[in-house]
C-alpha cells in the first residue's frame, strides 16, 4: 500500500484548514467527539486513503512541555488498549518523539485532572480523535500515525467558555460566546491568554501539515523500488 491518499482526521474546522496545506492530503472532520471522528475516518477509507494520519491540537499532560510543541506519538492508549503508529509512517513526520497519547472521551479542562492523567497514564498529551481513527486503521489494514500540537499546557485550566461555545462542527458559536461572556465577563483574560497559546499551536501545525510532502516523496519512492508497506 502506497502513501498517494492521506487521510488526515481533525476536529475542528481551524484545524482542518491548516491541514489542508498537506500535500496529498484528503481532510476529514469529526467535530470533536469520538463518533465523529470514526465517522469521518470511514469516509476518507472509503474514498480512498492509502494511511491515516490524526491531526490537530491535543491538551498537554506532560508538565514539561509548552504550548506549541508538535508532538509525534508512537502510540495511543484508546479504551483499555494500545494502538501503535505505523513506524514508517510516524518516522516521516516533523516533530518531538513521544512514547504515548491518551485518547479522551471529553476535553480535559482542569490542571489537577491533567495532573492526574500524567500520573496514571505516563501520557504526554490527550485529544479526542486519535483513538478512533487507530482504531479505524486497524480494522481497515492501513498505516497509522498521529501529529499533534501542544494547545493548552499541563498547568492551564481552561475557561469553560472555550468548550461551552463549541458547536456540534467544532466550531466557536459567535452568539453562544457572546451570551456566555455576557455573564461571565472574567473569562475574557482567560480567553485571551489561551488565544496566544492556540496561535502557537497552529503555528506548529502550519510547519508539520506543510512537512507532510515527506510522505508523497516517500511513496514515490516506494513505488520505484516496488516496496509494498
Known amino acids: ?14 484545524e482542518a484548514r491548516i491541514a ?9 472532520i469529526g467535530g470533536g467527539l469520538s463518533a465523529g471522528a470514526r465517522q469521518a475516518a470511514e469516509r476518507l477509507v472509503d474514498e480512498g486513503a492509502t494511511a491515516l494520519i ?5 491538551g498537554g499532560l506532560d ?12 502510540s495511543v492508549l484508546f479504551d483499555g488498549r494500545r494502538f501503535h503508529a505505523h513506524p514508517r509512517t510516524m518516522n516521516a513526520l516533523s516533530g518531538l518523539r513521544v512514547r504515548t497519547l491518551l485518547a479522551g472521551e471529553a476535553i480535559v479542562g482542569t490542571a489537577a485532572e491533567k495532573a492526574r492523567l500524567w500520573h496514571e497514564t505516563g501520557a504526554s498529551a490527550v485529544d479526542l480523535e486519535s483513538g478512533v481513527v ?4 486497524e480494522e481497515r489494514g492501513l498505516p497509522f500515525a498521529m ?5 493548552d499546557s499541563a498547568t492551564r485550566d481552561l475557561p469553560p467558555a472555550a468548550v461551552e461555545a463549541l458547536d456540534s462542527q467544532g466550531r466557536v458559536a459567535p452568539m453562544k460566546m457572546a451570551v456566555i461572556l455576557a455573564r461571565h465577563p472574567h473569562q475574557i483574560l482567560q480567553l485571551i491568554g489561551l488565544g496566544r497559546d492556540a496561535a502557537r499551536a497552529r503555528k ?14 516517500a511513496a514515490a519512492g516506494d513505488a520505484h523500488l516496488g516496496v509494498l508497506l
Open 1 to 14: 500500500m502506497i502513501w498517494n491518499r492521506i487521510g488526515l482526521v481533525v476536529g475542528m474546522q481551524s
Open 20 to 28: 489542508k496545506r498537506a500535500r496529498n492530503g484528503v481532510v476529514g
Open 54 to 58: 490524526s491531526f490537530g491540537l491535543a
Open 63 to 74: 508538565p514539561a512541555l509548552m504550548p506549541g510543541a508538535l508532538l509525534v506519538p508512537a
Open 134 to 137: 487507530a482504531e479505524v486503521a
Open 147 to 151: 501529529l499533534r500540537a501542544v494547545c
Open 204 to 217: 506548529a501545525l502550519v510547519g508539520g501539515a506543510e512537512n507532510l510532502g515527506r510522505l508523497g516523496r
